[in-house]
T-cell receptor
Framework: IAGITQAPTSQILAAGRRMTLRCTQD?????MYWYRQDLGLGLRLIHY???????GKGEVPDGYSVSRANTDDFPLTLASAVPSQTSVYFC???????????????FGSGTRLTVV | AQSVTQLGSHVSVSEGALVLLRCNYS??????LFWYVQYPNQGLQLLLK??????LVKGINGFEAEFKKSETSFHLTKPSAHMSDAAEYFC??????????FGKGTHLIIQP
C-alpha cells in the first residue's frame, strides 16, 4: 500500500541522547515535511524539503536537523534530546513543492517520543 | 500572512444529530482549503478539499463542507453523527508560499 512509513512507532529516550526518526515514502512525492503535535498547540512545522537535496526551516526548527539525500527518505535528527521535545512527530509528503499548496498532504502514522 | 481559526477546541453532539465544525480563514491569495481527520493514535487523513471548483465539497464518510468567500469560512458538516466519527478534526489553508497552515484542531465527541 502506497504511503509513508515512520519508525519507530514510539520511543522513550534519555535526555542528552541522539535520536533519528525515520520517514520513507513510496509515492515519489517531491516535498516532505516534519511536524510535531502537542496538546493545545496543534501541528507545528519543524523542517521541510521541496525536493531531494534541499531543506528548509519551519516554525520550530531549533534542536532538530534533517537531510534529504534522495526522494524517498527524510530523517529527522535530535542531536541532544531535551524533555521539551517530548511530542508526537508526524512526517508528511505532497506531490508539489511547499509553495504550491493546492495539493493536500499525505501523513504517516507518527512517532510518539518521550524524553526523560 | 495566512491563518486558520477553528472555533471550539471540543464539540459534543448526540449520536444521530447534526455535526457542525467551524473553520474561518484569512488569506491574501485565493485559498485552497482542506479538512483532515485524525483518529486516536493515527496520522491525519484527508476528508475533503476545496480548490476553486464547486463551493460545496463532498468528502468521505458522509462529510461535506461549503466554501463561503463572503464569510471567509469553510465549515464542516454531517447530517447524522455516528459513534465512529469521534476524532480530532483539522482545517487547513493553502495557496500561499508557506505550504499548508493548520488550525489547532477540534475534538469531536459523540454522546450515545
Amino acid at each position: 500500500i502506497a504511503g509513508i512509513t515512520q519508525a519507530p512507532t514510539s520511543q522513550i529516550l534519555a535526555a542528552g541522547r541522539r535520536m533519528t526518526l525515520r520517514c520513507t515514502q513510496d509515492m515519489r512525492h517531491n516535498a516532505m515535511y516534519w511536524y510535531r503535535q502537542d496538546l493545545g498547540l496543534g501541528l507545528r512545522l519543524i523542517h521541510y524539503s521541496n525536493t531531494a537535496g534541499t531543506t528548509g526551516k519551519g516554525e520550530v526548527p531549533d534542536g532538530y536537523s534533517v537531510s534529504r539525500a534522495n526522494t524517498d527518505d527524510f530523517p529527522l535528527t535530535l542531536a541532544s534530546a531535551v524533555p521539551s521535545q517530548t511530542s508526537v512527530y508526524f512526517c508528511a509528503s505532497s506531490e508539489a513543492p511547499r509553495g504550491r499548496s493546492n495539493y493536500g498532504y499525505t501523513f504517516g502514522s507518527g512517532t510518539r517520543l518521550t524524553v526523560v | 500572512a495566512q491563518s486558520v481559526t477553528q472555533l471550539g477546541s471540543h464539540v459534543s453532539v448526540s449520536e444521530g444529530a447534526l455535526v457542525l465544525l467551524r473553520c474561518n480563514y484569512s488569506s491574501s491569495v485565493p485559498p485552497y482549503l482542506f479538512w483532515y481527520v485524525q483518529y486516536p493514535n493515527q496520522g491525519l487523513q484527508l476528508l475533503l478539499k476545496y480548490t476553486s471548483a464547486a463551493t460545496l465539497v463532498k468528502g468521505i464518510n458522509g462529510f461535506e463542507a461549503e466554501f463561503k468567500k463572503s464569510e471567509t469560512s469553510f465549515h464542516l458538516t454531517k447530517p447524522s453523527a455516528h459513534m465512529s466519527d469521534a476524532a480530532e478534526y483539522f482545517c487547513a489553508l493553502g495557496g500561499g508560499a508557506d505550504g499548508l497552515t493548520f488550525g489547532k484542531g477540534t475534538h469531536l465527541i459523540i454522546q450515545p
